[in-house]
Nanobody
Framework: QVQLVESGGGLVQPGGSLRLSCAAS????????MGWYRQTPGNRREAIAW???????NYAGSVKGRFTISRDNAKNTVYLQMNSLKPEDTSVYYC???????WGQGTQVTVSS
């Protein structure tokens, strides 16, 4: 059973930075597209960044230029570096393995002064 565990959330001031990590169990991680999602006010999860097994990143317009997704297959971990954080980035952030029902438990990010 694949498990995804996020960490790195917290409280940060506007303009600050955080780095989220998603540690995955299981050897299938290296070939999977992995995504970071966040909960919207309407209680759905929107994709904000995803990275293919080959390492190609993609971003939603709302975070492009501020967030960077990366992965370390040797560590079975995907990262989300978040810079220039805004109050509207406040949410619960989840990682997800595309094509499966594997989701992490979520980590809270709060951007507030």
């Amino acid at each position: 059973q694949v498990q995804l565990v996020e960490s790195g959330g917290g409280l940060v001031q506007p303009g600050g930075s955080l780095r989220l990590s998603c540690a995955a169990s299981g050897s299938i991680f290296s070939s999977s597209t992995m995504g970071w999602y966040r909960q919207t006010p309407g209680n759905r999860r929107e994709a904000i960044a995803w990275i293919t097994g080959g390492g190609s990143p993609n971003y939603a317009g709302s975070v492009k230029g501020r967030f960077t997704i990366s992965r370390d297959n040797a560590k079975n971990t995907v990262y989300l570096q978040m810079n220039s954080l805004k109050p509207e980035d406040t949410s619960v952030y989840y990682c997800h393995e595309w094509g499966t029902n594997h989701w992490g438990q979520g980590t809270q990010v709060t951007v507030s002064s």
